[in-house]
């Protein structure tokens, strides 16, 4: 997650106006507003004073890399145009499918 996407969750998760947020670190809106946007690429020091300004905790960890994505990219640039087609449509009617299952049993 980017660092304007964890600023946005923490203080809307708070329930803070971008004015609150920027009272409480002693700045502008303005600034909060930008960091928000993405116009400006704060330090992760200034993103966990935020995230805590908020109310929260900003953990940072590793994990092991997660390449499911790229590898589905990489298995469908295999197919024909026709077997991505074919994909889609099953995938389609698996949604739709599931979707008239979940109706069914709520009702």
Do not use: C, Y
């Not at 329930?15 to 992760?44: K, Y």
């Not at 935020?50 to 499911?68: I, M, N, Q, S, T």
């Amino acid at each position: 997650m980017a660092a304007a996407q964890v600023i946005r969750e923490a203080r809307k998760r708070a329930g803070l106006t971008q004015a609150e947020l920027a009272a409480r670190v002693g700045t502008t809106q303005s600034v909060i507003a930008r960091l928000e946007r993405g116009s400006t690429a704060p330090s992760l020091e200034r993103v966990r004073h935020l995230v805590e300004a908020a109310g929260f905790e900003l953990r940072v960890g590793v994990a092991p890399r997660d390449d499911g994505d790229w590898a589905a990219v990489t298995r469908n640039l295999t197919l024909t145009p026709e077997q991505r087609w074919d994909n889609a449509v099953a995938a389609a009617r698996f949604v739709i499918a599931g979707r008239a299952a979940a109706r069914a049993r709520s009702s």
